[in-house]
């Protein structure tokens, strides 16, 4: 478990970024930190590995206070995937999987059996494993950048808006991707990002923030659709409208449910559902 | 062209103490500018200070610095030392400056990432920054090195032999033809070391050849092949 107590960060411009934050993350599950840019999302992300550290307050893993961890080592055993990849552009793709792997001693023989059973793991071709980063598509990139996040297995995943800057299909395969990954291995997932559709999917669990890390609402999918905290909340999910904002229109004998747009979003499966089956 | 038939088995005399003079200077000078380069690179009140003082340096002229250095530093007048010495502070004062430019080139997300990686400070450095800097010091080396190169000849006055000595030689006994083959070796010879710099840069650094797969540079090369079938595979 992470947990964040009463935690602020004020930078050396005087800039408060965020202000007394407090938030238990549960282990083995996606939480989704989602707000606007200037929420403090990623610097909320950046305390977990110590790449930021708090101006007031604590941040714990699993019962320790990190500010007493080395950040090197700290960061060795949490993984991290960022936007654009951050891969290193001249090691090449296995080189750039076994990095930390091979920062904590492990032999190189080793490293690379490993980085490429990754390979394999994230749906990557293990022909590309010779390739160098600029070779590679931004979706490729991307999948390199969650190998390597993953390599020491570690339990903490922090991901900063990793799916940011793919065009939106690879997107979308990245996210099933991850969702994947999720069931199979199970990591405590911290994800940042500022697109609701993307918390809503990949979050078991969502924490909307306001400036300063201001938390407006944490909850699921559904009970923050269903009881918006606030108007900025139903404004931010869109449930007020759009494509959420639901409504019934009867075509023959058969409800189909229309989104605000007029987009009509599918048909209501209660009745006739044998039928909609088909 | 007599005087070549005469004297071309004086060439490889001189070319190879040329060289020999020309390669010292600009390794040290490659080695010693890399730290100020990057301390120049990471602090705002280095960077002013370090710049403006190596800007300085190169600004003495070369002549007086021969001339200078022997009494600062107790050398002998006639030593080499005095040449390899000057010609290595012109090799800092211009190279410091590109290596700071160098660091500064270095991606900061890729920076962030080894932080995030845990790379420690040193080996971030070493292993991150120094290569990613690669490609601007390497074009800064190139500079450095024909400079050098160039510069050597003026050791000649100073007693240092070199393909200089042809200069003062030509000169003096007005045979143009020898001014002018040596100016043509000095060329050739500085030719030869920034072409061998750019095929240690390729070895070096595979990675940094242009992408084969940006998919705007392969459809303009496609439309101008008019191989666009191919490009959009």
Do not use: C
Request: glycine share 10%; net charge neutral; no cysteine.
């Amino acid at each position: 478990m992470i947990e964040f107590r009463e935690v602020s960060k004020r930078f050396a411009d005087g800039t408060l970024a965020v202000d007394g934050f407090s938030l238990q993350i549960p282990p083995h599950s996606t939480t989704v930190l989602v707000g606007s840019s200037g929420s403090g999302k990623t610097t909320l992300l950046r305390m977990i590995n110590r790449m930021v550290d708090p101006t007031e307050g604590t941040v714990e893993i699993d019962g320790e206070d990190i500010a007493t961890v080395e950040p090197v080592k700290l960061r060795r055993r949490i993984g991290y995937v960022m936007q654009n990849s951050g891969l290193l552009p001249h090691r090449r793709v296995i080189d750039n999987i076994a990095t930390v792997p091979r920062l904590t001693g492990v032999p190189k023989a080793a490293a690379h059996e490993r980085a490429l059973e990754l390979m394999d793991v994230v749906g990557l071709d293990r022909s590309l494993a010779r390739r160098y980063p600029n070779q590679l598509s931004g979706g490729q990139q991307q999948r390199v950048g969650v190998a390597r996040g993953l390599a020491v297995d570690p339990n903490i995943l922090l991901m900063d808006e990793p799916f940011g800057a793919v065009d939106p299909i690879v997107r979308a395969e990245l996210q099933q991707e991850v969702l994947r990954l999720q069931r199979e291995l199970g990591k405590t997932i911290v994800f940042v990002t500022h697109d609701i559709d993307e918390a809503f999917l990949l979050g078991d669990r969502i924490v909307l923030l306001e400036t300063g890390g201001r938390i407006v609402q944490t909850g699921t999918a559904e009970e923050i659709l269903a009881e918006p905290a606030n108007d900025f909340v139903a404004e931010f999910v869109g449930a007020a409208r759009g494509k959420r904002a639901l409504h019934e229109e009867r075509i023959g004998d058969r409800t189909v449910l229309v989104d605000g747009l007029g987009q009509p979003a599918g048909v209501l499966d209660s009745e006739g559902g044998s039928e909609a089956g088909g | 062209m007599n005087w070549l038939l005469n004297n071309y088995e004086s060439i490889p005399f001189y070319l190879f103490t040329h060289l020999r003079l020309s390669i010292l200077p600009i390794a040290i000078g490659f080695v010693l500018a890399l730290p100020l380069g990057w301390l120049a690179w990471r602090f705002q009140v280095t960077r002013g200070l370090l710049l403006t003082l190596v800007g300085l340096l190169y600004t003495i002229p070369s002549l007086a610095l021969f001339a200078l250095l022997p009494p600062l530093l107790g050398l002998p007048y006639l030593s080499e030392a005095n040449v390899e010495i000057a010609l290595t502070i012109y090799a800092v004062a211009l190279m410091a400056r590109s290596a700071a430019d160098a660091f500064g080139s270095v991606d900061p997300g890729v920076r962030q990432s080894a932080v995030a990686m845990g790379y420690g400070t040193w080996r971030r450095i070493w292993e991150v920054e120094l290569p990613l800097a690669g490609p601007v010091l390497l074009a800064g080396l190139r500079v450095v090195a024909v400079s050098t190169v160039a510069l050597v000849t003026v050791g000649v006055l100073v007693g240092v032999q070199s393909l200089g000595f042809y200069f003062t030689d030509g000169s003096q006994r007005q045979i143009p033809f020898e001014v002018f083959t040596g100016v043509v070796l000095t060329m050739l010879l500085a030719l030869a070391i920034d072409g061998l710099l750019v095929l240690l840069g390729r070895a070096l650094m595979p990675w940094a050849r242009p992408s084969k797969r940006r998919p705007m540079n392969r459809w303009i090369r496609a439309l101008g092949t008019g191989k666009v079938a191919e490009a959009v595979r």
